[in-house]
Nanobody, 125 residues
């Protein structure tokens, strides 16, 4: 699976951005698609994930209620709608794909086998 992320940029606190991650490969039915982020000097952390089949999703507590992950199967694309952005959301955001992940491990970056390039989100005060 190859992943291409886009949509990052500079936004003021309180604003919104939508990230996109387009996947290419034979089939994604058994995959979980995730978003992770990494701020300078910090470890990569889980943001959200969604199962390609069924669409059940999971969120980090820090973004719950502000971010929404969704998918468009016709376009092989996963989105991360980010609202009410805070300065602490500033980071490089990465999309990832992992095969046959159960819910309890969807937040573990080590379980994802494919990664896209990062897209930078900067939230100014």
């Amino acid at each position: 699976v190859q992943l291409q992320a886009s949509g990052g940029g500079l936004v003021q606190a309180g604003g919104s951005l939508r990230l996109s991650c387009t996947a290419s490969g034979p089939t994604f039915n058994s995959y979980v698609m995730g978003w992770f982020r990494q701020a300078p000097g910090k470890e990569r952390e889980f943001v959200a994930a969604i199962k390609w089949m069924g669409g059940s999703s999971s969120y980090a507590n820090a973004v719950k209620g502000r971010f929404t992950i969704s998918k468009d199967t016709a376009k092989n694309t996963v989105y991360l709608q980010m609202n009410s952005l805070k300065t602490e959301d500033t980071a490089a955001y990465y999309c990832a794909a992992g095969r046959s992940l159960i819910t309890s491990v969807m937040s573990n970056p080590a379980k994802y086998s494919s990664w896209g390039q990062g897209t930078l989100v900067t939230v100014s005060s």
